[in-house]
């Protein structure tokens, strides 16, 4: 198999010695479905000889995601509720996200924009839509922080991303620019001085959102790339998910918070899984995240320890995820939003 390009299809995965040709028929099943890519830098860490590995169970289809719960939904944190024109949401008054691609240089098994993304997602705004999104965004002066997801945006071109800064540098009240993204990880060799060029601009600072959720994805490739864009002078933060199978063990959470900040990464937020269709294989309860996150305090440092946080279901914000926003136990909680609403979690049907 030619190990310089992406997975992308079943057949791919069996080449590549990722899965079995009895299970290929179901992993057929899923790809229907839902977007497959792995890039090289990934499919390179896999351990064949693992069938529990955590590197594979981000990235290689599992039959399970065809199983949808009761409680899963399509749009599981209320984008769509809060989306005045294609391509914005604006859920928080001082901030919107600008979905300006729905593609990705890998797809995440646990993706809770996953019915939105790949090639049978919602693909590219189109330039009549990102003319109407930037004017959304010029006619709200409450809007400070303008936060560009999808989708990866750092999957554009710098002449791409540097034409949507150019146009952000314009709009006065926007003052942070903020990119989440997995390509430093996963792609590193794309983060160069012309990427990092395109990410700046006049009167605006730039924010790096890194995703990664195991210590194992903290290459020296992508810990140099993460060099590269931090001595550019563009602040990075981090965002991981806590995954059944991946990384629900505070050793494991340890090293990759530690390994963020020897990157001169800041550990941010550590995500809840969120309800999205066929992804119940990866969640564990509240509790048994909250305890796993308790079992931080006093092992690592204070510079590791992220935020832990739950998306309500339905569109109504994040919520940390500690005793002033959860009440109950045994499966039956209460979340508090950011206007002191309270919510069930899991939601009733």
Known sequence: MNASRPLRTPDDLLEAGLVAPEDLAGIRDVAERY????????????????????????????????????EERADPIGDLAHSPVEGIVHRYPDRVLLKAVHVCPVYCRFCFRREMVGPQGLGTLSP??????FGYIADHPEIWE???????????????????????????????????????????ERIDESLNAALKASG????????????????????????????AGIVMISQSVLLKGVNDDADTLADLMRAFVETRVKPYY?????LAPGTSHFRLSVEEGRALVAGLRGRISGLCQPTYILDI????GKAVIGPEAIRGSGGCTTVLDFKGGEHAYPPSE
Request: glycine fraction near 4%; hydrophobic fraction near 45%; charged fraction near 25%.
């Open 313 to 316: 279901p339905g569109g109504h």
């Open 146 to 188: 303008v936060i560009l997801t999808g989708g990866d945006p750092l999957v554009l071109s710098p002449r791409r991303l540097a034409e949507i800064m150019q146009r952000l540098s314009s709009i006065d009240h926007v003052k942070i620019v903020r990119f989440h993204t997995r390509v430093p990880v996963v792609e590193p």
């Open 35 to 70: 977007a497959i890519a792995i890039s090289p830098a990934m499919a390179a860490l896999i351990d064949r000889k693992d069938p529990d590995d955590p590197i594979a169970r981000q990235f290689v289809p599992d039959p399970a995601e065809l199983k949808v719960t009761p």
């Open 270 to 274: 550590l995500h809840h899984p969120d």
């Open 204 to 231: 605006k600072t730039a924010y790096v959102a890194l995703h990664a959720n195991h210590p194992r994805e903290m290459t020296p490739a992508a810990r140099a790339a993460c060099a590269r864009l931090v001595d």
């Open 128 to 133: 009549e839509a990102m003319d109407r999104a």
